[in-house]
């Protein structure tokens, strides 16, 4: 039974992978012909374009998102979000859930995925993280996009979480770009992704995942002594919502309780 289990999931997840680069084509068309916008009107197109895309996906896989907070979100203002870094489907199903002008900051070795790297290298900030003069360069160029008017998202774990712990230790560079610029860092949390799709394998499970917003945080007058407070702050504001809500590890705490 359990042979025909992973057969049938094996053919589920092959579906759901090529259903997903199906639509790419067409979205290229798309990215063309907004390439002339302004660039914070051209992200908002781009965003409705990837509600449309990602949605019709999920629907087609069996697969529900919801977005829960979005009204904490001002529109007229620039932030930095902060997003758990699960496995391959978070910085997708945040494309299709945060409906704001930002710009991703990606790693490099993305943009070299055929016609998926072309969309990211449209979309977002490029990084290769081994490399000290291009965090600097990514760094200013999130520093420039920012002044633009522009959002950034960013995955302070810097990468995927594979412990069993609800978070990775955070990097410093989102909050101090927050506080550099006096914009409020945004929490956001993914809800039950593991079990969509576990980390490292290519096996995709039908289910619901859940994009939260928490509260926006300031960071008007802050300076680089705040960087690690605020830091914390945020991690134990993520880690204390994923232990509530995420089903996994309400799961463990249950089982720990017994």
Known sequence: MKQIKLFFNSLYSLYVIVLFFVFIPLVLVYYILVAG??????????????????????????IKLNTVGH??????????????????????????????????????????????????????????RSSPESRKQSFDLMMQRIQEKTS????????????PAPLKA????????????EIP???VVLIDLAQLQPVDTFRVYPGTVSLH?????????????????????VYDIMERFILENDKFFREEMLTGKE
């Open 37 to 62: 916008f302004p660039r914070n009107r051209r992200m908002r197109l781009i965003f409705k374009c990837h509600k449309v895309w990602l949605h019709t996906w999920a629907f087609l896989s069996g």
């Open 71 to 128: 009204d904490k979100i001002d529109p007229d203002q620039t932030y930095v979000f902060l997003l758990n870094h699960r496995n391959m489907f978070d910085m997708i199903l945040a494309g299709s859930c945060i409906q704001h002008a930002f710009q991703p900051l990606v790693k490099k070795e993305l943009f070299k995925i055929p016609g998926l790297g072309w969309l990211f290298a449209m979309a977002s900030v490029p990084v290769n």
């Open 152 to 163: 950034i998202l960013i995955f302070p774990e810097g990468t995927r979480n594979r412990t």
């Open 213 to 233: 917003f928490l509260d926006p945080i300031s960071t008007e007058g802050m300076t680089e002594e705040d960087v690690e407070p605020l830091k914390k702050r």
């Open 170 to 181: 955070f990097y410093d560079g989102g909050f101090r770009l927050a506080i550099m610029n």
């Open 185 to 187: 860092v945004v929490p």
